[in-house]
């Protein structure tokens, strides 16, 4: 149901809408923390945001979540964990990301229990069949990586297909989450997931190809 032909795995390009910036604040904070940058797309309340500009202090952290309760939740938890290192971003990341971020500028991704888009009329929204994942590739340092983790198996083979032959990606983490008893979960659907006993894949690829390991 969800193999993809050879035409599916065609991707279309990403085409800049151009947008405006209207977040000026932005360009105040990114400076500061332009050695070690990385996005959050899809943080939902904030839990690992949280944890990991406090884990990480001289790295610097986009957290971005499109709807409006889930951002209103992010927001109370910043107000009792004020980081300097975390900015937070309430916006479709399609539209902010092309208006903030410049290309190479980028160390890595989190792309953590994205909507999957199980219906193949919907299969382009997937994050690595969409044209937007042009405009993260190019936005990523030479070595940067994309952190991505599903509870879908269906996305986690369609992932590490892309990412292997369409993308050209190496894949430096490929593995399975369900009895990891010392691992600590990162999102709340992750710490849902685990304690049903439910798969979650885990994903580490790099902008890096093998070639120039």
């Known amino acids: 149901m969800h193999q993809a032909s050879a035409a599916q795995q065609r991707v279309r390009p990403f085409k800049d809408i151009h947008t405006v910036s209207k977040d000026q604040k932005f360009f105040s904070w990114e400076p500061l923390w332009r050695e070690h940058l990385v996005v959050e797309i899809g943080c939902g309340a904030g839990l690992h945001p949280?944890?990991?500009t406090k884990q990480n202090?001289?790295?610097?952290?986009?957290a971005i979540e499109r709807t409006k309760t889930k951002s209103m939740?992010?927001?109370?938890?910043?107000a009792h964990h004020q980081r300097d290192n975390l900015y937070k971003v309430n916006a479709d990341a399609t539209h902010w990301l092309p208006a903030h971020i410049k290309p190479g500028s980028v160390d890595a991704y989190f792309l953590l229990y994205p909507n999957p888009y199980p219906k193949e009329s919907q299969s382009?929204?997937?994050?690595?069949?969409?044209?937007?994942?042009h405009f993260l590739l190019?936005?990523?340092?030479?070595?940067?990586?994309?952190?991505?983790?599903?509870n879908e198996e269906f996305y986690a083979?369609?992932?590490?297909?892309?990412?292997?032959?369409?993308?050209?990606?190496?894949?430096?983490?490929?593995?399975s989450l369900k009895g990891a008893?010392?691992?600590?979960p990162r999102t709340h659907f992750e710490r849902k997931y685990l304690a049903r006993e439910?798969?979650?894949?885990?994903?580490?690829?790099?902008k890096k190809t093998i070639e120039e390991q």
């Not at 382009?124 to 969409?130: A, D, F, G, P």
């Not at 439910?198 to 790099?206: G, K, M, P, R």
Request: contains cysteine; charged residues 30%; hydrophobic residues 35%.
């Open 50 to 52: 949280i944890r990991w």
């Open 181 to 184: 008893s010392d691992f600590e």
């Open 138 to 150: 190019a936005s990523l340092k030479p070595e940067g990586e994309i952190h991505m983790v599903t």
């Open 57 to 62: 202090p001289r790295a610097g952290m986009v």
């Open 73 to 78: 939740a992010f927001e109370q938890r910043v």
């Open 198 to 206: 439910q798969t979650c894949y885990d994903f580490i690829v790099s």
């Open 124 to 133: 382009n929204k997937r994050w690595h069949r969409s044209p937007f994942f």
């Open 157 to 175: 083979k369609e992932f590490r297909h892309y990412c292997k032959r369409h993308w050209n990606l190496t894949t430096l983490v490929d593995r």
